[in-house]
């Protein structure tokens, strides 16, 4: 029998319900218990890929293909559960659907409404199949109560608490208990009222996630019980800890997962083995040593927009046993030659992340030049390594007009493009872009095959590795031979041989660019190799320094 939990949240929006979804599925995990996580999204996109990354943080992209929400992010490395295109809805999404059922006819004429059509498309998306050996389903609902878009998706879950009873669903409300320093009190009136707006839209959460910076005083757990309806062992403290890897201990000490069993009548669960989140956090807050690493991408300002390649070089750390710093440094501050990179003096490596469009290309193209000449470790990822090429092409090989035609439609070298046929003799074809910018990605899993002997197969031990890819341009192979005969080496190609997928330079201490996203498959308790290789490269650089 599978049972579903629901996470709300209230008050304020980024109070972590994505974390607390994701720490209480490793907690189940930690019991024996099968999950699956879920993301319900109120918004009216279809998906975030055309999304600003300055609204909404990063991309996050799964096996399958699917352009999902970065909170799907946090299940993965919390769990270790690859996510699929199944686990995301948005209100978009939904819309498209009935909407393409309506013009086929499907509805027989019926009149169509928020109830019972949309709410019964979500009700779909809940209980569609979670795949083998899963126990729970959690499913985190954007937003927080009370906000209009989000409606539709409180009454479908509501009505799955009434159509599968107390024995197969319990909600869970994350919401926030403010300390107000002029007054010196905790005030729990604003969880009241957001309970009391669930509960207005007839969901009674079992048990309250209580956000605080401090411990909640017994006789304030007691006045939340009783105004929000709950057990006072239901009203979980929710503090701030040091690093997000620290949630599934805090949240088990404080029960969390133990009154989640207590309401599905659950009384033989096994003991929880927490052992490998114990070392995870011996690890994370008694490192070693520790490295700086400079960040140059171009939206440094709102850092959910590089999540994942933070905590997949969090994540090297760990593998290495070293605390890693990392400074964000926004690309186009070096777009302007005259300006100085004096800012990556004593950075002990630098990472080009992923991006789009021409603002902040140069300035990457720089970085990337201060790192080869400089002999600083240098990791570039999917537009940082196309960066890379571009630099090497046109200072090392001598292309000195080299360029992608995303930034330069008439460029004569060009090194990155949209590629419809990489060659024809020595002819180099680009097709025109289609306009559909949601419907022009090379997303998801693909293969790729390493050369033998070179660092990349070294690293990950293998000569041959699927990643996952969200990029639209491609490196054209047609310049391999002329950029091989200056001292790189395209050590990963796609296994017909025409996409390069991983270029290198033996000579220098750490200097590797990929097509693909490698920080997407990266998790606390399996480190990247890339990740962890990179900052390997970077302990040694800390000690040149």
């Known amino acids: 029998m599978i049972r579903y939990i629901f996470i709300t949240g209230g008050v304020v929006s980024s109070l972590g319900k994505g974390i607390a979804s994701a720490a209480l599925g490793a907690l189940l995990q930690s019991r024996g218990y099968g999950v699956r996580l879920r993301k319900l999204d109120p918004y009216l996109n279809v998906d975030p890929g055309t999304m600003s990354p300055r609204q909404h943080g990063e991309v996050y992209v799964t096996d399958d293909g699917a352009e999902t929400d970065l909170d799907l992010g946090h299940y993965e490395r919390f769990t270790g559960v690859s996510a699929r295109q199944s686990d995301n809805i948005t209100t978009g999404r939904i819309y498209s659907r009935i909407i393409e059922k309506e013009r086929r006819g499907d509805y027989l004429g019926a009149t169509i409404q928020v109830i019972p059509h949309v709410t019964n498309e979500i009700k779909d998306f809940v209980l569609s199949d979670p795949g083998e050996g899963v126990d729970f389903v959690l499913c985190e609902i954007g937003g927080t109560v009370g906000d209009i878009e989000g409606l539709p998706f409180f009454e479908a879950i509501r009505q799955l608490g009434q159509e599968l009873g107390p024995e197969r669903t319990c909600f869970i409300h994350l919401t926030l208990l403010p300390y107000i320093p002029a007054a010196g009190e905790m005030k729990t009136k604003p969880t009241q009222h957001s309970v009391k707006e669930l509960r207005s839209i007839g969901i009674q959460p079992q048990i309250l996630l209580c956000r605080c910076d401090r411990p909640i ?10 105004f929000c309806n709950v057990r006072p062992s239901s009203v979980i403290e929710a503090r701030d800890v040091r690093h997000i890897y620290d949630v599934p201990l805090a949240y088990h000490a404080e029960g969390l997962d133990q009154e989640v069993l207590r309401h ?14 114990d070392r995870i956090a011996q690890m994370i807050h008694n490192p070693d040593g520790e490295v700086c690493i400079g960040l140059v991408g171009k939206y440094t300002d709102v850092p959910d927009a590089y999540k994942s390649v933070a905590e997949a070089l969090s994540h090297g750390g760990v593998a290495n046993n070293v605390k890693v710093t990392v400074r964000l440094i926004n690309s186009e501050e070096f777009d302007d030659d005259s300006r100085p990179l004096d800012i990556l003096e004593g950075v002990h490596g630098i990472i080009l992340p992923g991006g789009f469009g021409e603002r902040g290309a140069h300035g990457k193209i720089r970085a990337s030049r201060f790192a080869r000449e400089r002999q ?15 630099e090497v092409a046109r200072n090392l090989a001598g292309l000195k007009d080299a360029n992608t035609t995303e930034n330069d439609r008439k460029t004569p070298h060009p090194l990155v493009g949209l590629m419809e046929e990489w060659t024809k003799g020595n002819e180099k074809v680009i097709r025109d872009e289609n306009t559909d910018k949601g419907g022009t990605m090379r997303l998801g899993a693909y293969p790729a095959r390493l050369k033998k002997g070179s660092r990349v197969a070294d690293v990950y031990g293998a000569n041959e590795i699927s990643e996952r890819h969200r990029h639209r341009y491609e490196v054209n192979a047609a310049y391999i031979p002329e950029l091989e005969k200056h001292g790189v080496v395209f050590s990963g190609l796609s296994p017909d041989g025409t996409l390069p ?11 590797i ?10 998790r606390p308790f399996e480190p990247h190799p890339l990740f962890a290789s990179f900052i390997a490269a970077a302990v040694k650089q800390s000690r040149l320094v």
């Open 217 to 226: 005083p017994e006789n304030e757990k007691g006045k939340i019980a009783s």
């Open 513 to 522: 660019g990929v097509q693909f996203h490698p920080e997407l498959k990266s």
């Open 501 to 511: 997928e991983i270029f290198e330079i033996p000579d220098h201490p750490w200097f």
């Open 264 to 277: 599905f009548a659950i009384n033989d669960a096994p003991a929880p083995d927490l052992s490998g989140w």
């Open 376 to 390: 600083v470790p240098c990791f570039g990822i999917c537009y940082g390594m196309q960066m890379s090429v571009i």
